[in-house]
Nanobody, 126 residues
């Protein structure tokens, strides 16, 4: 069973930034779209960002554009989510997942992801 591994979460003050990492097994990394999700307490899980296996079409959820970016590092088999200008409403568990193909599902953040990580916690205090 392939397993993705997130890291980089932590406790920060409002306005600060974090770089979250999703380490992906190489055979999965090369062929799969990777999506970042987050689960905020009291809310349903939501898609945050996704990127094709080729690095094309990086997509950020509309409400997060301008603050979040997604990128791939091929040498490290890692997908990064940079989260900026954090506020307490961003507090939650951030999880990455690998889709069943290189192309990301349409509509955005939909579809059945095959492999998941366990998540990394982000806590933002005011």
């Amino acid at each position: 069973q392939e397993q993705l591994m997130e890291s980089g979460g932590g406790s920060v003050q409002a306005g600060e930034s974090l770089e979250l990492a999703c380490r992906v097994p190489r055979d999965v990394y090369r062929n799969r779209c990777i999506t970042w999700f987050r689960q905020i307490p009291g809310k349903e899980r939501e898609g945050v960002a996704q990127i094709y296996c080729t690095g094309e079409r990086p997509t950020i959820a509309d409400s997060l554009k301008g603050r979040f970016t997604i990128s791939r590092n091929n040498a490290e088999s890692t997908v990064y989510l940079t989260v900026g200008a954090l506020n307490p409403d961003d507090t939650g568990t951030y999880t990455c997942a690998a889709a069943r193909s290189c192309d990301c599902p349409r509509p955005e953040f939909s579809g059945d992801n095959e492999y998941w990580g366990r998540g990394t916690q982000v806590t933002v205090s005011s």
